[in-house]
Structure formats: structure tokens, C-alpha cells
């Protein structure tokens, strides 16, 4: 019931009703424009968020490099130097056995061993928009950028260049197969959407569809990748709108019926075996979504779970001495 979200414009937010109603975690972090959270495996009370837009969007929220919870996410501090490396922190991975970060940015990869104390720079000639740890391999990882995919087997320290994938394309998503690690499938933004996968941990990718799957030029901003943890064949794709592919990506299913568009995480509830819990939540522009059997959400359809989750984008303000003070205001959507 208790799950955390992420905004590029208005911080961390928390429920532990299943998203029925929302509060804010804080209000007063150097930057409210959060891309990315995630959980240290060894230990759920410590939790690490990436502030900044890095996508290449023209009114992109300056971020403030990377912030910790050792609480479970009551309270967040700043881990030195970290916003002085990049200003926008697309995501962070952590190693399954945790202790080891990986930090995609603006200004490339960065590497932790030390819970995020200390960062070195890991010069791997791309500037990365992805990044994830094998799920049972803390020396494995892939990451990804523009037109290339990387990967690593000795824990980030090192990276190699992945061969199939389209040179002169744009954003790439990956993600591992968690039933089958050494299974890797990459998003990649090229002739409309085209998924890749790799049976080897990322070293060399095919492609797998035809179909394509990010729609109206916006590959470069909404592109989510989610594979099925329970069967490497089931992927779900978003973009501006939802698919779903049962068969490895030969073939897809529109499943947005019901939900808004332009998406940009998918995440599984932790329970899920695919036979009694099969529960996905959808962040994209319209907030958090909930799809209780991700099997049938073409039919069944979703939940919007946004009660009281105020998260409004300001784009301007002004003032004047004669309202009062109050400040008009006009806001994104």
C-alpha cells in the first residue's frame, strides 16, 4: 500500500493507502523536479532520488544532483558534490546487493561504492539516459544513451559498446528480462519505435518488431520500457500511448483505453506472480494510474490514483503591488 512518486516539477510524494490519497514528503528540497527513485535492496529504509530533466526538452527543470533517505523516505539530504556533476539525473541504479550506485546524467555515468558518499566519473564516451543493474548480478549492468547501448561485467567500473542496434537513431531504453536475466531488451527511438533484444546480457541485440511503437515524433521524451518479471515474452511499451506484446515483440496490442497519454515509468506492484497479483502502475503527463491485471488492462482497463497528488507544472508567474498579494498564474495543463 505504500508507494513513492516522483515529479519533474513538484518533488516526492507518499501514500500508504495504494494511492487512494497522497502527501507531500518535501516541500523545501533544492529541487522539486524529480526523475528518478529507487529502493537499496539490502535495505528498504535507504532510498536515493535524481533531480533534472535530461531528455532535451526546452523547458526542462534544472535539477540538484542526487538526494538520500536513511528513513524510508521521511527525510532527504543532498549527497555532497553530486550537484556540481550534472544538473539532471535521468536514473540512478543499484546493485542488487546493494552498497554500488550508477548515476545516468547530463554530463555521463558516475559510479558509487560507498552508498553515495564519494563519485567517480566513468568515462564511457555517451551521455546516458538509462541505466540498470542485472537483477541477479551486481556485476552486471547495461546502460544506454543516444543511437548506443553499453555494458558492463564488472559492476560499472568498465563498459563495452553493444553491437545491432541502429547507429544514427535517437533515445534508447533498456531493460533486463528479470525471469531471464541474460535477456536485455532495448527501446530504441528509430522508424517510428523499434524494440531490440539481446540473449546474451546486452553484448549483441536483434531486432524483434516491426511495429511501431512510439507514436507523433516523441520517442525522445516519453519511451518506457517494462518486461513481465515473471515471462520474458510479455513486454509493455509506452510512448504516447500503451502496447503489449505476448510473444517477445513479434506482435502488439494497443492497451490504452482509459488512460492518459504520454508515458514515462511502468513499475509492477512487488507482489506480482503473475497468476494472483498482476497489478501495474503507469506514471505518465496525467499522473499515476493503476492497471489491476496488466493481462487484461486492454479490456479491463485503469485507475487513475491522482486524489489530492498536486502536481501542477508552473511554466510562469507575476506580480503586482496591487493584487494584494496575490500572484496570478498560468499553468502547463
Same mark, same amino acid.
Given at each position: 500500500? =505504500?508507494?513513492? @512518486?516522483?515529479?519533474?516539477?513538484?518533488? +516526492? !510524494?507518499?501514500?500508504?493507502?495504494?494511492?487512494?490519497? !497522497?502527501?507531500?514528503?518535501?516541500?523545501?528540497?533544492?529541487?522539486?523536479?524529480?526523475?528518478?527513485?529507487?529502493?537499496d535492496p539490502a535495505n528498504p529504509l535507504v532510498m536515493y532520488a535524481g533531480t533534472g530533466e535530461g531528455y532535451g526538452n526546452a523547458d526542462a527543470i534544472r535539477g540538484a544532483g542526487i538526494f538520500k533517505s536513511v528513513d524510508g523516505g521521511t527525510t532527504w539530504t543532498q549527497l555532497a558534490g553530486s550537484a556540481r556533476q550534472s544538473?539532471?539525473?535521468? *536514473?540512478?541504479?543499484?546493485?542488487?546487493?546493494?552498497?554500488?550506485?550508477?548515476?545516468?546524467? /547530463?554530463? #555521463?555515468? !558516475? *559510479?558509487?561504492?560507498?552508498?553515495?558518499?564519494?563519485?567517480?566519473? +566513468?568515462?564511457?564516451?555517451?551521455?546516458?539516459?538509462d541505466v540498470d543493474f542485472n537483477p541477479g548480478d551486481a556485476q552486471k549492468a547495461i546502460t544506454a544513451g543516444y543511437g548506443v547501448a553499453m555494458y558492463s561485467w564488472d559492476g560499472g567500473a568498465t563498459w563495452h559498446r553493444a553491437s545491432g542496434l541502429p547507429v544514427s537513431s535517437g533515445r534508447v531504453e533498456a531493460a533486463y528480462a528479470r525471469a531471464q536475466p541474460d535477456t536485455v531488451y532495448a527501446l530504441v527511438d528509430y522508424n #517510428?519505435?523499434?524494440?531490440?533484444?539481446? !540473449?546474451?546480457?546486452?553484448? /549483441?541485440? =536483434?531486432?524483434?518488431?516491426?511495429?511501431?511503437?512510439?507514436d507523433n515524433g516523441q520517442g525522445w521524451y516519453d519511451a518506457a520500457l517494462w518486461v513481465n518479471p515473471k515471462d520474458s515474452n510479455h513486454v509493455v511499451v509506452g510512448g504516447v500511448y500503451l502496447r503489449a506484446s505476448v510473444d517477445g515483440g513479434a506482435t502488439w496490442t494497443l492497451i490504452n483505453d482509459g488512460i492518459h497519454v504520454d508515458h514515462h515509468a511502468i513499475v509492477e506492484d512487488p507482489r506480482y506472480d503473475d497468476v494472483t497479483y498482476r497489478s501495474v502502475f503507469i506514471g505518465n503527463d496525467g499522473g499515476v494510474y493503476k492497471a489491476s491485471n496488466i493481462?487484461? @488492462? @486492454?479490456? =479491463?482497463?485503469?485507475?487513475?490514483?491522482?486524489?489530492?497528488?498536486?502536481?501542477?507544472?508552473?511554466? #510562469?508567474? @507575476?506580480?503586482?503591488?496591487?493584487?494584494? #498579494? *496575490?500572484?496570478?498564474?498560468?499553468?502547463? *495543463?
Amino acid at each position: 500500500s =505504500t508507494m513513492f @512518486a516522483g515529479s519533474v516539477g513538484g518533488g +516526492i !510524494w507518499k501514500t500508504t493507502s495504494g494511492g487512494s490519497s !497522497w502527501t507531500p514528503v518535501n516541500d523545501f528540497m533544492a529541487s522539486l523536479s524529480v526523475s528518478t527513485i529507487v529502493f537499496d535492496p539490502a535495505n528498504p529504509l535507504v532510498m536515493y532520488a535524481g533531480t533534472g530533466e535530461g531528455y532535451g526538452n526546452a523547458d526542462a527543470i534544472r535539477g540538484a544532483g542526487i538526494f538520500k533517505s536513511v528513513d524510508g523516505g521521511t527525510t532527504w539530504t543532498q549527497l555532497a558534490g553530486s550537484a556540481r556533476q550534472s544538473t539532471a539525473v535521468n *536514473r540512478i541504479a543499484i546493485a542488487p546487493t546493494g552498497g554500488t550506485l550508477l548515476a545516468a546524467t /547530463n554530463t #555521463g555515468l !558516475w *559510479r558509487s561504492v560507498n552508498g553515495g558518499s564519494t563519485f567517480t566519473f +566513468i568515462n564511457t564516451g555517451i551521455t546516458p539516459q538509462d541505466v540498470d543493474f542485472n537483477p541477479g548480478d551486481a556485476q552486471k549492468a547495461i546502460t544506454a544513451g543516444y543511437g548506443v547501448a553499453m555494458y558492463s561485467w564488472d559492476g560499472g567500473a568498465t563498459w563495452h559498446r553493444a553491437s545491432g542496434l541502429p547507429v544514427s537513431s535517437g533515445r534508447v531504453e533498456a531493460a533486463y528480462a528479470r525471469a531471464q536475466p541474460d535477456t536485455v531488451y532495448a527501446l530504441v527511438d528509430y522508424n #517510428g519505435g523499434t524494440l531490440y533484444r539481446s !540473449w546474451n546480457g546486452g553484448a /549483441n541485440f =536483434t531486432r524483434v518488431s516491426s511495429t511501431p511503437l512510439l507514436d507523433n515524433g516523441q520517442g525522445w521524451y516519453d519511451a518506457a520500457l517494462w518486461v513481465n518479471p515473471k515471462d520474458s515474452n510479455h513486454v509493455v511499451v509506452g510512448g504516447v500511448y500503451l502496447r503489449a506484446s505476448v510473444d517477445g515483440g513479434a506482435t502488439w496490442t494497443l492497451i490504452n483505453d482509459g488512460i492518459h497519454v504520454d508515458h514515462h515509468a511502468i513499475v509492477e506492484d512487488p507482489r506480482y506472480d503473475d497468476v494472483t497479483y498482476r497489478s501495474v502502475f503507469i506514471g505518465n503527463d496525467g499522473g499515476v494510474y493503476k492497471a489491476s491485471n496488466i493481462r487484461t @488492462a @486492454a479490456q =479491463t482497463g485503469y485507475k487513475a490514483l491522482n486524489n489530492s497528488l498536486g502536481l501542477t507544472q508552473f511554466y #510562469g508567474g @507575476a506580480g503586482s503591488a496591487t493584487t494584494g #498579494g *496575490r500572484v496570478p498564474h498560468r499553468r502547463s *495543463r
